[in-house]
Protein backbone atom coordinates (compact mmCIF):
# COMPACT_ATOMS: atom_id res chain seq x y z
CA UNK A 1 0.00 0.00 0.00
CA UNK A 2 3.06 2.42 0.68
CA UNK A 3 4.37 1.72 -1.64
CA UNK A 4 1.47 2.48 -4.36
CA UNK A 5 0.72 5.83 -2.33
CA UNK A 6 4.14 6.57 -2.75
CA UNK A 7 4.10 6.12 -6.90
CA UNK A 8 1.09 8.45 -6.74
CA UNK A 9 3.03 10.90 -5.00
CA UNK A 10 5.85 10.88 -7.18
CA UNK A 11 3.14 10.86 -10.24
CA UNK A 12 1.56 14.09 -8.79
CA UNK A 13 4.14 16.07 -7.92
CA UNK A 14 5.69 15.89 -11.58
CA UNK A 15 2.14 17.04 -12.64
CA UNK A 16 2.69 20.28 -10.04
CA UNK A 17 3.11 22.80 -12.77
CA UNK A 18 0.77 21.51 -15.24
CA UNK A 19 -2.23 21.32 -12.60
CA UNK A 20 -1.20 24.88 -11.12
CA UNK A 21 -1.77 26.17 -13.87
CA UNK A 22 -5.51 24.83 -13.87
CA UNK A 23 -6.16 26.71 -10.89
CA UNK A 24 -4.14 29.72 -10.84
CA UNK A 25 -4.55 32.21 -13.96
CA UNK A 26 -1.86 34.07 -14.75
CA UNK A 27 -3.22 37.53 -13.77
CA UNK A 28 -4.18 36.83 -10.33
CA UNK A 29 -3.54 39.13 -8.19
CA UNK A 30 -4.31 38.10 -4.63
CA UNK A 31 -2.89 35.02 -2.84
CA UNK A 32 -5.25 31.39 -2.62
CA UNK A 33 -7.52 31.84 0.34
CA UNK A 34 -6.56 28.62 2.53
CA UNK A 35 -8.81 25.91 2.38
CA UNK A 36 -11.64 25.99 4.56
CA UNK A 37 -11.49 23.00 6.83
CA UNK A 38 -14.84 21.43 8.32
CA UNK A 39 -13.91 19.08 11.15
CA UNK A 40 -15.24 15.37 11.64
CA UNK A 41 -14.00 12.15 12.15
CA UNK A 42 -10.01 11.54 11.59
CA UNK A 43 -9.36 8.33 9.32
CA UNK A 44 -8.82 4.99 11.50
CA UNK A 45 -9.44 1.60 11.14
CA UNK A 46 -13.17 0.63 10.65
CA UNK A 47 -14.60 -2.63 12.53
CA UNK A 48 -16.98 -3.84 11.00
CA UNK A 49 -20.71 -2.69 11.46
CA UNK A 50 -19.43 1.04 12.22
CA UNK A 51 -19.47 3.92 9.97
CA UNK A 52 -16.34 4.36 7.83
CA UNK A 53 -14.12 7.53 8.16
CA UNK A 54 -13.85 9.13 4.70
CA UNK A 55 -11.81 12.35 3.94
CA UNK A 56 -13.51 14.16 1.63
CA UNK A 57 -12.53 17.04 -0.69
CA UNK A 58 -14.90 19.68 -2.59
CA UNK A 59 -13.88 22.93 -4.63
CA UNK A 60 -15.62 26.46 -3.87
CA UNK A 61 -18.24 26.87 -6.66
CA UNK A 62 -20.96 24.08 -7.89
CA UNK A 63 -19.24 20.94 -6.18
CA UNK A 64 -19.34 22.32 -3.03
CA UNK A 65 -22.59 23.55 -3.71
CA UNK A 66 -23.67 20.01 -4.29
CA UNK A 67 -22.02 18.63 -1.86
CA UNK A 68 -23.41 21.06 1.32
CA UNK A 69 -26.46 18.61 2.42
CA UNK A 70 -24.29 15.74 2.96
CA UNK A 71 -21.54 17.95 4.95
CA UNK A 72 -24.38 19.26 7.21
CA UNK A 73 -25.66 15.73 7.58
CA UNK A 74 -22.27 14.63 8.53
CA UNK A 75 -22.00 17.17 11.05
CA UNK A 76 -25.42 15.69 12.44
CA UNK A 77 -23.88 12.19 12.48
CA UNK A 78 -27.02 11.31 9.58
CA UNK A 79 -24.68 10.26 6.49
CA UNK A 80 -23.68 6.42 6.15
CA UNK A 81 -20.17 7.53 6.67
CA UNK A 82 -17.86 9.86 8.80
CA UNK A 83 -16.71 12.16 6.61
CA UNK A 84 -13.67 14.70 7.26
CA UNK A 85 -14.23 17.53 4.74
CA UNK A 86 -11.80 20.36 3.31
CA UNK A 87 -13.48 22.85 0.89
CA UNK A 88 -10.80 24.11 -1.08
CA UNK A 89 -10.81 27.01 -3.21
CA UNK A 90 -8.59 25.60 -6.42
CA UNK A 91 -7.86 21.94 -8.32
CA UNK A 92 -4.43 22.27 -7.00
CA UNK A 93 -4.97 21.76 -3.32
CA UNK A 94 -7.13 18.98 -4.26
CA UNK A 95 -4.38 17.38 -5.92
CA UNK A 96 -1.87 17.61 -3.20
CA UNK A 97 -4.12 16.44 -0.98
CA UNK A 98 -5.02 13.20 -2.82
CA UNK A 99 -0.99 12.13 -3.00
CA UNK A 100 -0.21 13.39 0.42
CA UNK A 101 1.78 10.60 2.04
CA UNK A 102 0.49 10.95 5.20
CA UNK A 103 -3.27 11.17 5.81
CA UNK A 104 -4.24 11.79 2.05
CA UNK A 105 -7.50 12.77 0.71
CA UNK A 106 -9.74 9.56 -0.17
CA UNK A 107 -12.23 11.29 -2.52
CA UNK A 108 -11.99 14.46 -4.11
CA UNK A 109 -14.30 16.83 -6.68
CA UNK A 110 -11.96 18.38 -8.97
CA UNK A 111 -12.44 19.62 -12.71
CA UNK A 112 -12.85 16.96 -15.32
CA UNK A 113 -9.54 17.60 -17.32
CA UNK A 114 -7.67 17.34 -14.01
CA UNK A 115 -9.00 13.84 -13.13
CA UNK A 116 -8.02 12.44 -16.56
CA UNK A 117 -5.05 14.00 -15.84
CA UNK A 118 -4.28 12.24 -12.89
CA UNK A 119 -5.37 9.26 -14.07
CA UNK A 120 -3.23 9.17 -16.75
CA UNK A 121 -0.24 10.71 -14.97
CA UNK A 122 -0.60 8.20 -12.02
CA UNK A 123 -0.62 5.60 -13.80
CA UNK A 124 -4.28 4.70 -13.08
CA UNK A 125 -3.75 6.40 -8.87
CA UNK A 126 -7.34 7.39 -9.24
CA UNK A 127 -10.83 6.71 -10.79
CA UNK A 128 -13.45 8.55 -11.41
CA UNK A 129 -17.08 7.85 -9.24
CA UNK A 130 -19.75 10.04 -10.87
CA UNK A 131 -19.66 13.37 -13.09
CA UNK A 132 -20.81 16.01 -10.76
CA UNK A 133 -21.15 18.93 -12.58
CA UNK A 134 -22.09 19.78 -16.32
CA UNK A 135 -21.57 23.42 -17.94
CA UNK A 136 -21.42 26.20 -15.62
CA UNK A 137 -19.67 29.31 -17.64
CA UNK A 138 -21.59 32.38 -18.98
CA UNK A 139 -20.61 35.09 -21.32
CA UNK A 140 -22.17 38.20 -19.59
CA UNK A 141 -22.66 41.72 -21.44
CA UNK A 142 -22.49 45.13 -19.93
CA UNK A 143 -24.62 46.14 -23.12
CA UNK A 144 -26.82 44.43 -25.68
CA UNK A 145 -24.41 44.14 -28.53
CA UNK A 146 -22.84 39.88 -28.00
CA UNK A 147 -25.85 37.38 -29.62
CA UNK A 148 -23.61 34.89 -30.92
CA UNK A 149 -19.96 33.29 -30.19
CA UNK A 150 -18.95 35.18 -33.53
CA UNK A 151 -19.68 38.51 -31.72
CA UNK A 152 -16.65 38.10 -29.34
CA UNK A 153 -14.71 38.89 -32.29
CA UNK A 154 -12.59 42.11 -31.97
CA UNK A 155 -13.67 42.65 -28.32
CA UNK A 156 -11.80 42.15 -25.13
CA UNK A 157 -12.80 39.55 -22.74
CA UNK A 158 -12.65 39.42 -18.99
CA UNK A 159 -12.14 35.58 -18.55
CA UNK A 160 -11.07 33.35 -15.42
CA UNK A 161 -9.60 29.90 -15.77
CA UNK A 162 -6.78 30.16 -17.35
CA UNK A 163 -5.15 26.50 -18.03
CA UNK A 164 -8.14 25.05 -16.88
CA UNK A 165 -11.70 23.53 -18.40
CA UNK A 166 -13.23 27.30 -19.13
CA UNK A 167 -9.94 28.18 -21.58
CA UNK A 168 -9.81 25.43 -23.16
CA UNK A 169 -14.09 24.91 -23.57
CA UNK A 170 -14.31 29.18 -24.86
CA UNK A 171 -11.02 28.47 -27.21
CA UNK A 172 -13.15 25.15 -28.61
CA UNK A 173 -16.44 27.54 -29.13
CA UNK A 174 -14.76 30.03 -30.99
CA UNK A 175 -12.84 28.23 -33.27
CA UNK A 176 -15.94 26.46 -33.89
CA UNK A 177 -17.82 29.33 -34.59
CA UNK A 178 -15.33 30.83 -36.91
CA UNK A 179 -13.36 32.87 -34.82
CA UNK A 180 -9.58 32.59 -34.35
CA UNK A 181 -9.00 32.69 -30.00
CA UNK A 182 -6.35 35.32 -31.34
CA UNK A 183 -8.73 37.59 -32.79
CA UNK A 184 -10.12 38.30 -29.12
CA UNK A 185 -8.63 39.89 -26.42
CA UNK A 186 -8.92 37.56 -23.65
CA UNK A 187 -7.89 39.51 -20.03
CA UNK A 188 -7.48 36.16 -17.56
CA UNK A 189 -8.31 37.62 -14.70
CA UNK A 190 -9.88 36.18 -11.09
CA UNK A 191 -13.28 35.87 -10.34
CA UNK A 192 -13.05 38.53 -7.48
CA UNK A 193 -11.31 40.86 -9.95
CA UNK A 194 -13.44 40.25 -12.78
CA UNK A 195 -16.86 40.62 -10.41
CA UNK A 196 -15.40 44.36 -9.15
CA UNK A 197 -14.40 45.19 -13.10
CA UNK A 198 -18.39 44.22 -14.42
CA UNK A 199 -19.66 45.70 -11.50
CA UNK A 200 -18.00 49.18 -11.75
CA UNK A 201 -19.17 49.00 -15.67
CA UNK A 202 -15.52 49.51 -16.04
CA UNK A 203 -15.63 46.01 -18.14
CA UNK A 204 -17.98 45.23 -20.80
CA UNK A 205 -18.15 41.63 -21.46
CA UNK A 206 -16.69 38.54 -19.22
CA UNK A 207 -16.87 35.00 -18.77
CA UNK A 208 -17.50 33.72 -15.61
CA UNK A 209 -18.93 30.47 -13.94
CA UNK A 210 -22.02 30.56 -11.42
CA UNK A 211 -21.97 31.42 -8.69
CA UNK A 212 -19.78 34.50 -9.37
CA UNK A 213 -21.97 35.28 -12.90
CA UNK A 214 -24.82 35.36 -10.63
CA UNK A 215 -22.99 37.67 -7.83
CA UNK A 216 -22.30 39.96 -11.22
CA UNK A 217 -26.35 40.30 -12.44
CA UNK A 218 -27.01 41.01 -8.74
CA UNK A 219 -24.51 43.76 -8.64
CA UNK A 220 -25.16 45.39 -11.75
CA UNK A 221 -28.27 45.95 -12.98
CA UNK A 222 -27.08 46.97 -16.08
CA UNK A 223 -24.87 43.40 -16.91
CA UNK A 224 -27.36 40.58 -18.43
CA UNK A 225 -26.66 36.65 -19.79
CA UNK A 226 -25.59 37.01 -23.02
CA UNK A 227 -24.57 33.79 -23.97
CA UNK A 228 -24.67 30.29 -22.12
CA UNK A 229 -21.92 28.58 -23.27
CA UNK A 230 -23.82 24.88 -22.52
CA UNK A 231 -26.42 26.12 -25.22
CA UNK A 232 -23.18 27.02 -27.53
CA UNK A 233 -21.84 23.83 -26.86
CA UNK A 234 -24.94 21.52 -28.15
CA UNK A 235 -25.94 23.76 -30.99
CA UNK A 236 -22.60 22.24 -32.19
CA UNK A 237 -24.04 19.01 -32.22
CA UNK A 238 -21.08 16.77 -31.37
CA UNK A 239 -22.24 13.78 -29.41
CA UNK A 240 -20.63 15.58 -26.02
CA UNK A 241 -21.89 17.41 -23.60
CA UNK A 242 -20.14 20.46 -21.59
CA UNK A 243 -19.07 18.23 -18.54
CA UNK A 244 -17.03 20.34 -15.93
CA UNK A 245 -16.84 18.70 -12.78
CA UNK A 246 -16.33 15.44 -11.48
CA UNK A 247 -15.65 13.05 -8.34
CA UNK A 248 -12.33 10.96 -7.88
CA UNK A 249 -10.81 8.75 -5.10
CA UNK A 250 -7.82 7.29 -5.15
CA UNK A 251 -7.94 3.72 -6.53
CA UNK A 252 -6.00 2.26 -3.34
CA UNK A 253 -8.83 3.54 -1.12
CA UNK A 254 -11.70 2.10 -3.41
CA UNK A 255 -10.11 -1.69 -3.59
CA UNK A 256 -9.57 -1.10 0.63
CA UNK A 257 -13.12 0.36 1.42
CA UNK A 258 -15.17 -0.53 -0.92
CA UNK A 259 -17.99 -0.54 1.28
CA UNK A 260 -17.66 3.05 2.17
CA UNK A 261 -17.38 4.82 -1.57
CA UNK A 262 -20.88 2.79 -2.06
CA UNK A 263 -21.87 4.73 0.79
CA UNK A 264 -20.21 8.05 -0.21
CA UNK A 265 -22.05 7.62 -3.44
CA UNK A 266 -25.50 7.52 -1.72
CA UNK A 267 -24.84 10.48 0.38
CA UNK A 268 -23.53 12.00 -2.22
CA UNK A 269 -26.70 11.63 -4.49
CA UNK A 270 -29.12 12.93 -1.51
CA UNK A 271 -27.40 16.11 -0.94
CA UNK A 272 -27.25 16.60 -4.66
CA UNK A 273 -31.02 15.56 -4.95
CA UNK A 274 -31.50 18.12 -1.91
CA UNK A 275 -29.93 21.04 -3.03
CA UNK A 276 -31.86 20.74 -6.77
CA UNK A 277 -35.06 20.44 -4.82
CA UNK A 278 -35.05 22.83 -2.23
CA UNK A 279 -32.74 25.86 -3.24
CA UNK A 280 -33.73 27.97 -0.84
CA UNK A 281 -32.91 25.82 1.65
CA UNK A 282 -29.87 24.76 0.46
CA UNK A 283 -28.64 27.82 -0.23
CA UNK A 284 -28.38 28.93 3.35
CA UNK A 285 -25.91 25.62 4.06
CA UNK A 286 -24.35 27.27 0.99
CA UNK A 287 -23.75 30.64 2.87
CA UNK A 288 -22.95 28.71 6.05
CA UNK A 289 -19.67 27.13 4.62
CA UNK A 290 -18.70 30.44 2.82
CA UNK A 291 -18.97 28.80 -0.43
CA UNK A 292 -20.68 31.44 -1.97
CA UNK A 293 -20.50 35.03 -0.34
CA UNK A 294 -24.49 35.40 0.41
CA UNK A 295 -27.36 32.42 0.83
CA UNK A 296 -29.18 34.88 -1.91
CA UNK A 297 -26.58 34.43 -4.29
CA UNK A 298 -26.15 30.85 -3.99
CA UNK A 299 -29.88 30.46 -4.30
CA UNK A 300 -30.06 31.98 -7.56
CA UNK A 301 -27.17 30.16 -8.69
CA UNK A 302 -27.88 26.79 -8.11
CA UNK A 303 -30.63 25.80 -10.59
CA UNK A 304 -28.31 27.36 -13.18
CA UNK A 305 -25.32 25.30 -11.33
CA UNK A 306 -26.40 22.32 -13.36
CA UNK A 307 -25.63 19.93 -10.40
CA UNK A 308 -25.68 15.57 -11.47
CA UNK A 309 -24.91 12.45 -9.96
CA UNK A 310 -23.92 10.52 -12.87
CA UNK A 311 -22.63 6.84 -11.85
CA UNK A 312 -22.01 3.39 -13.29
CA UNK A 313 -19.05 2.85 -15.58
CA UNK A 314 -20.70 3.08 -19.13
CA UNK A 315 -23.12 5.77 -18.14
CA UNK A 316 -20.18 7.80 -16.85
CA UNK A 317 -17.75 7.32 -19.63
CA UNK A 318 -20.95 7.87 -22.14
CA UNK A 319 -21.31 11.52 -20.45
CA UNK A 320 -17.63 12.76 -20.35
CA UNK A 321 -15.51 10.40 -23.10
CA UNK A 322 -17.18 12.81 -26.01
CA UNK A 323 -15.79 15.72 -24.17
CA UNK A 324 -12.38 14.32 -23.24
CA UNK A 325 -12.30 13.46 -27.37
CA UNK A 326 -13.01 17.12 -27.96
CA UNK A 327 -10.12 18.62 -25.54
CA UNK A 328 -7.81 15.83 -26.69
CA UNK A 329 -8.18 17.42 -30.40
CA UNK A 330 -7.52 21.02 -28.91
CA UNK A 331 -5.11 20.35 -26.51
CA UNK A 332 -3.62 16.89 -25.92
CA UNK A 333 -1.83 17.73 -22.48
CA UNK A 334 -4.82 19.43 -21.30
CA UNK A 335 -6.29 16.04 -20.21
CA UNK A 336 -2.86 14.70 -19.93
CA UNK A 337 -1.76 13.40 -23.05
CA UNK A 338 -4.56 10.79 -24.11
CA UNK A 339 -8.00 9.82 -23.56
CA UNK A 340 -8.31 7.55 -20.47
CA UNK A 341 -8.94 4.19 -21.05
CA UNK A 342 -12.10 2.29 -19.23
CA UNK A 343 -9.97 1.26 -16.32
CA UNK A 344 -10.77 4.80 -15.55
CA UNK A 345 -14.54 4.38 -14.84
CA UNK A 346 -15.83 3.02 -11.46
CA UNK A 347 -18.53 0.65 -11.97
CA UNK A 348 -19.09 -0.55 -8.61
Avoid at 128 to 150: H, R
Avoid at 193 to 218: D, K, R, Y
Wanted: proline residues 6%.
Amino acid sequence: MKKKLLALTLAVSLLAGALAGCTQPQAQTTPTPAPTQVPEATATPTPAGEKADVRLAVLKGPSGVGAVKLIADSEAGETANHYQVTIAAANDEVVAGLSRPDDPIDIAAVASNVAANLYNKTDGGVQVLAVSGLGVLYILENGDSIGSMADLKGRTLYATGQGANPEYVLNYLLTENGVDPAEVDIQWKTADEITALMASGEAEVCMLPVPAATGVLMKNENVREALDLSAEWDALQNGSRLTMTTIVARTEFIQENPQAVEAFLADYEASVDYVNGDPAAASELVARYEITPSAKIAELAIPKCALVCITGADQIKGVIQGYYEVLWQANPQSIGGGIPDDGFYYGG
